[in-house]
């Protein structure tokens, strides 16, 4: 009897070692190098506009003013001085269980720092006992580039028993402070706060209330408090409750009891703002947004979902969530930009997604820009003084709210539909699934700056670009002897 005649064992074997060999190869491709400049990775995006290649190419590593010239006047002397000490810690917070966070001079949240409008800010800030290292950013603050506290992009990360000095003019609004070292579980375990710069004068516009939201134990406090949080302000008392959402996603917020107006966001003036009943208003993570309210003589409360602030003696009974939201598309009213946001130097997609594939050797679904995962993103790249504009989409099939470092965005459409009200300005942009937005800016502070995701797992996945200013460079690595790594 005769049969099919047998593949021979070496064609199978051939195949397998083929096949494996791909394999192989596709790994490898995936891993980072234990330490490499941030801005050598993925490729130069010009968005339209000039290009001029350096001897060195698009590793901005090399060549250029350095960004740790960009500083303030160094001679200038501090008019707030602030001294910061981190520890990781047991931490015990009322009514939180016991858990391994970190601490700022023995709290979590850290110290509240206040300023007014132009004073030099200066902290010092120590790292005690965080086997990690450490920095500060300062969310939301258009300060320079070297005082930006990204690990491996502006400054090595501060190791066991060191310490660094910040310094920055301060601008009025509502802003945070937050590690940019091993971020994800340092912010989330406690290494934060809030900062709070008021106008110049001297006079009071009204009560103000820090509302620093942030998850410890699985429980949703407001300054480290679960539940209900008591306010001084009285029955007629005009309050400015700032709201900073220091969590991974999107948060609405709420006031029972009484109309409120969304005065400023992320730090900026909205422009005649109309008082609001009925609606929430929904605050990214790293956004921030102030409500004005005159507390009625039946108390009012300022809610997010699992704690309030009761203003009032008594304070208004808890309501449920409003389902419509303030559509900052259309609140308040224009104002002429000061710049032709419509006649950029450069235009930039930054389309967001999502696919299969390999990140440092992990199999995994990532995260993408432009379609390709992390090294293989693009750098935007820009000069000092230029107009420039994105397209921001968003078809990952999930939420992100994405932070440029150094800049504020103006936002002129959602989703084909131009902008009506205030000019709205944000340093914490919410892209839903399914969203696209156009939003531009004046490139008038120079530097490298991070650009990502503020859901910061999503960032360590992989979504996170940078900004690239024409003509700078960082002395700085991510990895190396300091272990700078910025997610």
């Known amino acids: 009897m005769t049969g099919r005649p047998r593949r021979p064992g070496w064609v199978a074997v051939a195949a397998a070692a083929i096949v494996l060999a791909g394999a192989t190869w596709f790994w490898s491709a995936s891993l980072l190098p234990g330490s490499y400049p941030m801005t050598s990775m993925g490729y130069p995006d010009y968005g339209g506009g000039p290009s001029a290649p350096t001897p060195h190419g698009h590793d901005?590593?090399?060549?250029?003013?350095?960004?740790?010239?960009?500083?303030?006047?160094?001679?200038?002397?501090?008019?707030?001085?602030v001294d910061l000490v981190a520890r990781a810690q047991r931490v015990n917070l009322p009514g939180v269980t016991e858990?391994?966070?970190y601490t700022l001079n023995g709290s979590t949240p850290g110290p509240t720092i206040n300023a007014r409008t132009g004073d030099l800010v200066e902290v010092r800030v120590t790292n005690d006992n965080v086997p990690g290292g450490i920095t500060l950013h300062w969310h939301g603050v258009d300060l320079p580039n070297g005082m930006d506290g990204v690990a491996g992009v502006t400054q090595d990360a501060i190791r066991l028993g060191g310490s660094y000095v910040y310094r920055f003019v301060a601008q009025e609004g509502t802003y945070w402070y937050h590690?940019?070292?091993?971020?994800?579980?340092?912010?989330?375990?406690?290494?934060?706060?809030?900062?709070?710069?008021?106008?110049?004068?001297?006079?009071?516009?009204?009560?103000?209330?820090?509302?620093?939201?942030?998850?410890?134990?699985?429980?949703?406090?407001?300054?480290?408090?679960?539940?209900?949080?008591?306010?001084?302000?009285?029955?007629?008392?005009?309050?400015?409750?700032?709201?900073?959402?220091?969590?991974?996603?999107?948060?609405?917020?709420?006031?029972?009891?009484?109309?409120y107006r969304v005065v400023a966001v992320d730090?900026?003036?909205v422009n005649q703002p109309p008082p609001v009943s009925g609606r929430a208003m929904l605050v990214t993570a790293g956004g921030r947004a102030d409500l004005e309210l005159r507390v009625p003589d039946g108390g009012a409360r300022v809610e997010v979902a699992g704690a309030s602030i009761v203003l009032g003696a008594d304070g208004a009974p808890s309501g449920p969530a409003p389902r419509e939201f303030v559509d900052l598309l259309h609140y308040g009213s224009p104002l002429p930009p000061r710049f032709d946001p419509d006649r950029p130097d450069r235009r930039f997609d930054y389309r967001i997604g999502r696919r299969f594939g390999l990140l440092n050797g992990r199999p995994g679904s990532w995260w993408t820009i432009n379609d390709g995962m992390f090294p293989n993103v693009p750098m935007f790249v820009v000069?000092?003084?230029?107009?420039?504009?994105?397209?921001?989409?968003?078809?990952?099939?999930?939420?992100?709210?994405?932070?440029?470092?150094?800049?504020?965005?103006?936002?002129?459409?959602?989703?084909?539909?131009?902008?009506?009200?205030?000019?709205?300005?944000?340093?914490?942009?919410?892209?839903?699934?399914?969203?696209?937005?156009?939003?531009?800016?004046?490139?008038?502070?120079?530097?490298?700056?991070?650009?990502?995701?503020?859901?910061l797992p999503h960032a360590a996945e992989g979504l996170m670009t940078h900004?690239?200013?024409?003509?700078?460079?960082?002395?700085?690595?991510?990895?190396?002897e300091h272990a700078n790594h910025p997610e």
Request: aromatic share 6%; with cysteine; net charge negative.
């Open 99 to 101: 858990f391994d966070g």
């Open 60 to 81: 901005h590593s090399a060549g250029g003013i350095p960004v740790t010239q960009l500083v303030p006047d160094p001679a200038r002397p501090a008019d707030v001085r």
């Open 267 to 269: 730090g900026r003036t």
């Open 179 to 259: 590690s940019h070292q091993l971020s994800h579980p340092q912010v989330t375990g406690g290494l934060l706060g809030a900062l709070i710069v008021a106008p110049a004068d001297a006079v009071p516009r009204s009560v103000e209330v820090p509302a620093l939201v942030h998850f410890y134990g699985g429980l949703r406090t407001i300054n480290g408090v679960p539940g209900v949080v008591r306010s001084s302000a009285r029955a007629g008392a005009t309050v400015r409750v700032r709201v900073i959402n220091t969590d991974q996603g999107p948060m609405p917020v709420w006031v029972t009891g009484a109309a």
């Open 383 to 455: 000069r000092v003084g230029e107009v420039v504009r994105f397209s921001v989409s968003n078809v990952s099939g999930e939420v992100h709210p994405m932070h440029l470092h150094g800049h504020h965005l103006l936002v002129l459409a959602r989703d084909g539909v131009r902008a009506t009200g205030s000019p709205w300005l944000v340093d914490s942009l919410n892209v839903e699934n399914g969203e696209s937005y156009e939003v531009a800016m004046v490139a008038d502070n120079p530097g490298i700056w991070m650009d990502h995701c503020h859901n």
């Open 467 to 480: 900004l690239m200013y024409e003509g700078y460079r960082t002395p700085f690595i991510v990895g190396g």
